[in-house]
């Protein structure tokens, strides 16, 4: 099936791309509408590859072929928002603030955009179907990820779900070596390549237990241990480093699961919801 999003699509296998198709990727993704106007002999030149390259690339992005994704891409440019009503460039250390907002908002919008042109409805109903009936929940991350598993933890938690969120890696191999069949272990990582979410994820997965992995590389070592892939979104520039431009299109997916979950347990999460809210405004209240 081609990418809902294909310029997305290819910002997300980008880092597992060989380097020739890397070198087409990036040109893609500077410039789509070059590969719109072009044929694939136009194409070659421009790019210096081989036409075979191109079609090979064009096929490892999910396309039959470099047709394919010329239309794809052609139909991507043609939504895409008017450029002069945005501010144009990458943030750049002397920007003023005015420039700084409407650049980090049209940065986080495109995230958001991207990351639900990718969500799979089918996919996330079976994270959801399998986190309700999960046992226990463990949600592996570190460092920008560590704070997003941190919310899906608590947002678990808040309607009755067993939780717990884990960024320390001895922690976190701790409690995978303790899970089981009918558990679920939640690994959230931009890369997909994270030593300290890695290690713990694929000791869960011997133990047992079910993984989710919500990660911007669906062909990421991550992803091949998952059960289940959900892939965020979010392009990294210099004042943001990729975990941290990825961070709001993952609480995106979080906020989605939580959602799904709310309404699939619906009166046990009502109970909860209304418990914990009791508890937290006796408390205020004190």
């Known amino acids: 099936m081609e990418p809902a999003n294909p310029v997305a699509a290819v910002r997300a296998v980008l880092p597992s791309l060989t380097p020739a198709a890397q070198s087409i990727a990036r040109i893609i993704l500077d410039d789509p509408g070059l590969v719109v106007r072009s044929t694939i002999t136009e194409f070659s030149a421009v790019s210096g590859t081989s036409e075979a390259t191109i079609v090979r690339t064009a096929r490892a992005l999910g396309f039959a072929g470099y047709s394919q994704m010329r239309f794809a891409l052609a139909a991507a440019v043609a939504v895409a928002r008017e450029p002069e009503r945005l501010v144009p460039g990458d943030l750049g250390p002397d920007d003023p603030l005015t420039d700084v907002i409407a650049k980090v908002a049209r940065a986080e919008s495109d995230a958001l955009a991207d990351t639900a042109a990718q969500l799979d409805p089918d ?33 678990l938690l808040r309607i009755g779900l067993s939780s717990h969120p884990f960024s320390d890696a001895h922690l976190a191999l701790t409690s995978a070596a303790l899970l089981r069949e009918g558990d679920v272990a939640v690994a959230i990582s931009c890369t997909g390549e994270t030593p300290d979410v890695l290690v713990p ?56 699961i939580f959602v799904g979950l709310a309404q699939r347990r619906y009166e046990t999460a009502d109970a909860a919801i209304r418990a914990t809210r009791l508890a937290i405004d006796s408390y205020r209240n004190r």
């Open 201 to 256: 994820t694929r000791t869960a997965a011997e133990a047992g237990a079910s993984i989710v992995a919500i990660t911007n590389n669906p062909r990421s070592s991550l992803a091949d241990l998952a059960d289940h892939t959900l892939v965020s979104a979010g392009r990294e520039t210099a004042f943001r480093p990729g975990a941290l431009a990825s961070r709001i299109s993952q609480l995106l997916i979080v906020d989605c």
């Open 123 to 155: 996919r996330l109903g079976e994270v959801v179907k399998a986190i309700s009936e999960a046992r226990r929940i463990n949600v592996y991350g570190v460092a920008a990820s560590g704070l997003v598993a941190a919310d899906l933890s608590q947002k």
